[in-house]
């Protein structure tokens, strides 16, 4: 699996998702049109008359767990300066029915992972939390066990590393949208 990591690029698979939702967005879907729509509004951003890639961008990267494109592109190329605002991208509502444990702080967390090391440690925007395997399975994350190794259960202190680029690529997969929709 770290060598299919050599491959895979985060920012290249959000710059495929901005082109086929583009690609979406020409065709008038109205699915889609109503989706980005929405998106913009909550962002704050006008609905453009005509949606171009960087539109796309945008909108990608906010269904990624990101504020914008930006925002998205350095985190995701693992070299966003810290500390960072990492988004949502490694939690979502696949996760709210499991009792994690929040911190505010890194030294916190760390210190529960320590504690229970078979947990695993996750940024959450500017905050983490450490949850248990059933969550990060169910985050389409757990299947791989020599990956976590690799960064001792700790996505903060692998952030970059082959092992979290292969996991990014894990968490990009369980979050795919069937494409099927953006026919319509």
């Not at 998205?72 to 996760?95: C, I, N, V």
């Amino acid at each position: 699996m770290l060598h299919t990591l050599q491959t895979f690029s985060p920012v290249t698979e959000l710059k495929t998702r901005a082109r086929l939702l583009l690609n979406a967005l020409r065709a008038e879907s109205p699915t889609v049109m109503q989706n980005s729509a929405r998106i913009a509004r909550q962002q704050g951003w006008p609905v453009p008359q005509e949606w171009s890639l960087h539109h796309a961008l945008n909108l990608v990267a906010c269904e990624a767990g990101f504020s914008q494109w930006e925002h998205a592109r350095q985190t995701l190329e693992g070299s966003a300066p810290a500390p960072q605002d990492m988004g949502t991208f490694w939690y979502d509502k696949q996760a709210h029915g499991y009792t994690n444990h929040w911190f505010a702080n890194y030294a916190d967390a760390r210190q529960q992972l320590d504690l229970h090391p078979d947990s695993y440690l996750l940024p959450y925007k500017n905050q983490f939390f450490v949850a248990e395997l059933p969550c990060v399975e169910q985050l389409g994350l757990g299947q791989h066990p020599a990956l976590w190794q690799a960064i001792s259960h700790d996505l903060v202190a692998g952030y970059g590393s082959a092992a979290w680029q292969t996991l990014c690529a894990l968490r990009f997969k369980a979050t795919r949208r069937d494409t099927s929709a953006l026919k319509n």
